[in-house]
């Protein structure tokens, strides 16, 4: 069975998260968030980006928890 999805969300980077969940792509772009297309998205967390377009992280993770429930991660 493949890797379930991460409970320390908030320290997986955007770019992490989007290379192993491709689905969590609508969830930023739902939030008006450019993270897919940016160039930090390896390097910055979850609740940075969330900082950073001043989004609450606890319902951007969860929106994305519940985006990609289901499915098997990208190896």
Same mark, same amino acid.
């Given at each position: 069975m493949a890797n379930a999805f991460p409970e320390e969300l908030s /320290? %997986? @980077? +955007?770019?992490e998260l989007l290379r192993r969940w491709p689905a969590a +792509?609508? &969830? $930023? %772009? !739902?939030? /008006? =968030?450019n993270c897919p297309a940016c160039p930090i998205a390896? $390097? =910055? @967390? +979850? !609740?940075?980006? *969330?900082g950073e377009y001043g989004v609450d992280a606890a319902e951007l993770r969860r !929106? &994305? *928890?519940?985006a990609v429930t289901g499915a098997e991660p990208v190896q």
């Amino acid at each position: 069975m493949a890797n379930a999805f991460p409970e320390e969300l908030s /320290k %997986l @980077t +955007v770019g992490e998260l989007l290379r192993r969940w491709p689905a969590a +792509v609508r &969830i $930023f %772009l !739902d939030y /008006k =968030m450019n993270c897919p297309a940016c160039p930090i998205a390896p $390097f =910055m @967390t +979850v !609740d940075e980006a *969330a900082g950073e377009y001043g989004v609450d992280a606890a319902e951007l993770r969860r !929106d &994305i *928890a519940r985006a990609v429930t289901g499915a098997e991660p990208v190896q």
